[in-house]
């Protein structure tokens, strides 16, 4: 791990893309979230969440190294990441799941179907090029058939990190895909808090969002339910 931190952080800080496609290079995994209590929380809300609302079909844009999606029990997954080797490596790690495939993120924007749910898992705050995490979002809310989860800080602030910026991500939303209601916020059970284990604990939180049908749009302005 230490020949890992010396080669990522002993260069200077590129970009967004260059940074993780060194790191997963280097042998590096995708971080504490995709792994142990802080994997385990975000697969038992995923997985309930997929089956409460009978969702068909979901796809995860920056899937990493696929520790976090080996957690999933349900049948159709899409899994898009912007390294070749992680793509590579999942197709192989879970050959023996006909449901399921992966694309490497350019190859996935030509393919122009959405799935019933889009996530993005712990990337958001990752992005920190205003191109990039535009970009981003316009993909993620394009994949969205009918709902569209987030587990992402949703502040603007920089951040000590070179890779780390946070996003209010829910303003972008409010004013480039208004079509995307909240539908419901958890409250973290394991929070990041002064002095507590950063491996263990989370500034991120999940938020649920879906897409208001057209035939729902004239009643837009009606109140909702709130969320949770």
């Not at 002993?10 to 971080?31: M, V």
């Not at 142990?36 to 997985?47: F, Q, S």
């Not at 590579?88 to 790690?93: F, L, S």
């Amino acid at each position: 791990m230490m020949k890992l931190l010396r080669k990522l952080f002993g260069r200077k800080f590129d970009n967004s893309g260059a940074y993780w496609l060194d790191r997963y290079e280097a042998g590096g995994t995708s971080g504490a979230g995709s792994y142990g209590r802080l994997a385990e929380y975000k697969a038992r809300i995923i997985n309930a969440l997929v089956a409460e609302r009978e969702i068909g079909s979901v796809v995860e844009i920056g899937c990493g190294d696929g520790n976090q999606c080996s957690l999933f029990d349900f049948a159709n997954y899409t899994g898009v990441d912007i390294s070749p080797k992680v793509v590579a490596e999942a197709r192989t790690r879970f050959a023996d799941r006909p449901g399921w495939e992966f694309h490497e993120a350019d190859t996935f924007q030509t393919l122009g179907r959405p799935a019933e749910m889009s996530m993005s898992l712990d990337v958001i705050y990752h992005l920190v090029e205003d191109e990039v995490f535009d970009t981003y979002m316009r993909d993620l809310t394009d994949a969205a058939g009918k709902y569209l989860l987030v587990y992402a800080s949703d502040h603007d602030a920089p951040a000590r990190s070179p890779h780390v910026r946070h996003r209010a991500y829910s303003d972008w939303l409010a004013a480039n895909a208004p079509e995307f209601e909240l539908l419901q916020t958890w409250e973290h059970e394991f929070p990041m808090t002064s002095g507590g284990d950063k491996k263990e604990t989370s500034f991120a939180f999940f938020r649920l969002f879906g897409r208001i049908e057209a035939e729902d749009k004239s009643n837009a302005g009606a109140p909702t339910g709130q969320p949770s």
